[in-house]
């Protein structure tokens, strides 16, 4: 830290963010991904045997991203089909924009980090060079000029670290959370596909429908 000059604290700063939001961010996605898919199938599947169970399901589960995307169309009470088309387009969003937190925090970490290092490169070369003289060129007074510009880039070093990891993970996380968008398509489409059945089979009214009547719709959702 003393050796990369004052640049590095606001590094150290950075990097902290950076981690705590790395961590953060794993441990998110750890939970998410393993609870996932039983969660998709447990509500797609008793959406179509028992649809007035289905919200119970999915309220059970809405602590997670995936139960409270299906859960927002479905506490509504017989929508037409276009509203639970918006329900389901508006809670996906809702969800998918959560996910994304910590994003901006990589990002400006990704940006600040290397702008960083070599603010910290510039002034310790403005501090080495700032004493030398033309008399001193090629001889032994310019050690110490030497060894001032060797520890002036110890700064932009760990700025690039600092941005190298973090952009490492940041991608990762987009990886993650771009694929999820697919899921999150797929399993609402499936939903919708089993509510448009059910109104179709009503003739524009579900509530007629049993609570029992299974949908011919029964495929679960396979990742």
């Known amino acids: 830290?003393?050796?990369?000059?004052?640049?590095?604290?606001?590094?150290?700063?950075?990097?902290?963010?950076?981690?705590?939001?790395?961590i953060e961010r794993s441990v998110f996605w750890i939970q998410f991904l393993l609870k996932e898919r039983k969660i998709v199938n447990r509500v797609l599947e008793m959406a179509a045997h028992n649809w007035d169970a289905a919200p119970k399901v999915a309220r059970e589960n809405n602590k997670h991203p995936m139960g409270s995307f299906l859960y927002g169309p479905l506490r509504l009470i017989n929508p037409d089909p276009e509203v639970f088309?918006?329900?389901?387009?508006?809670?996906?969003?809702?969800?998918?924009a959560l996910m994304k937190r910590?994003?901006?925090?990589?990002?400006?970490?990704?940006a600040l980090s290397p702008l960083l290092g070599l603010l910290g490169t510039v002034l310790g070369l403005i501090t080495s060079l700032g004493d030398i003289q033309i008399s001193d060129l090629g001889t032994s007074s310019t050690t110490g000029v030497t060894l001032g510009i060797g520890e002036a880039l110890i700064s932009t070093a760990t700025g690039l670290i600092v941005a190298i990891?973090?952009?490492?993970?940041?991608?990762?996380?987009?990886?993650?959370?771009?694929?999820?968008?697919?899921?999150?398509?797929?399993?609402?489409?499936?939903?919708?596909?089993i509510y448009r059945q059910r109104w179709s089979d009503s003739n524009g009214d579900p509530s007629v429908l049993s609570a029992n009547t299974p949908s011919k719709f029964t495929e679960t959702f396979d990742e």
């Open 1 to 22: 830290m003393t050796k990369g000059g004052p640049a590095m604290w606001p590094l150290l700063i950075l990097s902290v963010l950076a981690l705590s939001t790395i």
């Open 85 to 96: 088309h918006l329900a389901l387009e508006s809670s996906a969003d809702d969800e998918l």
């Open 102 to 110: 910590g994003d901006k925090v990589l990002e400006a970490v990704i």
């Open 165 to 193: 990891i973090s952009l490492t993970f940041y991608r990762l996380f987009q990886s993650l959370w771009s694929n999820q968008v697919r899921v999150f398509r797929k399993a609402g489409s499936e939903l919708e596909v």
